[in-house]
């Protein structure tokens, strides 16, 4: 037996706190095709619209922070820590789940981008860490946080709290469940609307948006291979190996018969520019256009970058006239308010 319902049963064994309520639409993106004109080629784009659940301010941290939540609570534990960088969606969506579920949240945030100007240190997702209550620490850009989180995790246990420690993104294989749960909601709306998209294209930041959904299409026989992701973070040559390494365990939980091959795994490097959080024109070109012809936002270091890829494979004529292409939007809007600078350039 394969297909969404058997990864649908492999999921149900996991704890899970539901923080997204059903399916996220996928739309196809009239405006833009019509904007893109004979540049798009004729290929039908669709975008899944993981940036609309709202909580905490939206995006796609919410799926990784239901197994995540799940777990903590499994476990009974009343505090969570997590990592990652100044503006991370992830930590700031962790803030807030956290303030929902009533525990006590603690970020360890890292300079990893060379700014200290007030708006990138205390606007976007800065802001609303402190809104959400979140206890911040700050370090330099190449401190081991996920140490300094675990021993917090340490440290509040001397307290007699509990803490649940996950590193950057919420990126371990229970995280990754969340998006292996994506994979499975894609796959029931591709048969339902009768759609057989050709790429599936996301941001590659901590890696588990990738790997979830590697294993989850893994899991339902389908080839991973694909998934399409850009990355932002790390060069797409050290994100290979790692992503496949998180696919390959997050598939295990799932299904410890199947395997998923390295070959499988694409990673594309070109739009991630000089740094991670360092603008491209190529971003500003895509975040301005998806914001004018769609009324959609991408946010300026995860999806407007892999969103600029999608358009140049598509401009560069990558895909056959009529093929569905899919991206999915996730979310990260509030890191905007912190490029203003580069937004108005
Ligand atoms: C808005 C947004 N998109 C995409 C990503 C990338 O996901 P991952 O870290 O799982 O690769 C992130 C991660 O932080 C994000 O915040």
Redesign the pocket.
Known sequence: MTGPATLAAALDRFARVPLIDQPTPIQRLHGLEKALGEAGGGVRLFVKRDDLPFLGGG???LRKLEYLMGAARAEGCDSFVTTGGIQ???ARLSAAVAAKLGFACELVLARLVPREDEEYRLGGNRLLDDLFGARVHELPGDADTLAFARERGAALGREGRKAYVVGA?G?SPVGCLGYAYCAQEIAAQEATAGLDFARVIV????????AGLAAGFAAMGQDPARLLSFAVLETAEAARPKTHALAAETLARLDPVRSISADAIAIDGSQRGTGYGIPTDAMLEAVRLMARSEGLLL?PV??GKAFAGLLALVRGGAFAPGAAVLFVM???SPGLFAYRSALES
Not at 204 to 210: K, L, M, Y
């Open positions: 995006g796609s941290k991370s969606n992830h993104g990126s941001p590659n930041g901590s890696f588990g948006t990738h946010d995860y999806s996730t979310g990260g």
